[in-house]
């Protein structure tokens, strides 16, 4: 397994755009967060789904942000008319419950950085 | 609600000094509380945690933070840091919720720049 896999790394977009970032978690893990850093702030929680469910969202996930997990395996978050202050890294975690995981500790990809111009 | 303070936002120190990260913690109910370390071009890593017990935790690498209740502290400290050692490096806490993880909640982070 080569941990959490984020696509694209980098993305550059007009504003006004739709995009749409992919997160492929560690196989098997149950949980899936989303996070959005900004420059000089730590990490901040938008959503997660525990299998296909989403279970929670953050009150920073306007409704031009929506996340899916169809399958309980991979993720897709999308933007919708993009704007400047969307600008960011965006982070996917993942953890797991079964036998042989620490369900404490979050694998996180190494984000993709959205620049809105 | 919960909050983190990391009190530092750059720390620079040189090789082979001690070094202490400050995070400060607030939460009405009780918390699991980690250490995250970003090295350069780099995803987030677990570098310690404490759920619960031996209020003193340790890292492979070298470094360990004690968590104090009455303070609401969980302080990353290191004897003796190694050039390897720079990074950045996030305090974050969760709900306990009694076994497993809810969404982690950050701070600002702390970069470490270690000298020669």
């Known amino acids: 397994d080569t941990g959490v896999s984020q696509n694209p790394r980098h993305k550059i977009t007009k504003r006004g755009q739709n995009v749409t970032f992919r997160c492929d978690p560690i196989?098997?893990?149950?949980?899936l967060y989303w996070y959005r850093q900004t420059l000089g702030q730590g990490p901040e929680f938008l959503t997660y789904?525990?299998?296909?469910?989403?279970?929670?969202k953050s009150r920073l996930l306007s409704d031009r942000f929506s996340a899916e997990r169809p399958k309980g395996s991979f993720s897709t978050l999308e933007i919708q008319r993009t704007e400047q202050g969307d600008s960011a890294m965006y982070l996917c975690?993942?953890?797991?419950?079964?036998?042989?995981?620490?369900?404490?500790?979050?694998?996180f990809g190494q984000g993709t950085r959205l620049t809105v111009v | 609600a919960q909050s983190v303070t990391q009190l530092d936002s750059q720390v620079p120190v040189f090789e082979e000094a001690p070094v202490e990260l400050r995070c400060n913690y607030s939460?009405?109910?009780?918390?699991?509380l980690f250490w995250y370390v970003q090295y350069p071009n780099q995803g987030l890593q677990l570098l310690l945690k404490?759920?619960?017990?031996?209020?003193l935790v340790e890292s492979i690498n070298g470094f360990e933070a004690e968590f104090n209740k009455s303070q609401t502290s969980f302080h990353l400290r290191k004897p003796s840091v190694h050039i390897s050692d720079t990074a950045e490096y996030f305090c974050?806490?969760?709900?306990?919720?009694?076994?497993?993880?809810?969404?982690?909640?950050f701070g600002k982070g702390t970069k470490l720049s270690v000298k020669p």
């Open positions: 975690a993942s953890t797991g419950a079964h036998i042989g995981t620490d369900p404490n500790e979050a694998f």
């Open positions: 196989s098997e893990h149950n949980r």
């Open positions: 789904f525990q299998n296909e469910a989403q279970l929670e």
């Open positions: 939460s009405s109910v009780s918390v699991y």
């Open positions: 404490y759920l619960s017990g031996s209020t």
């Open positions: 974050a806490v969760t709900m306990n919720y009694g076994g497993s993880q809810g969404n982690l909640i």
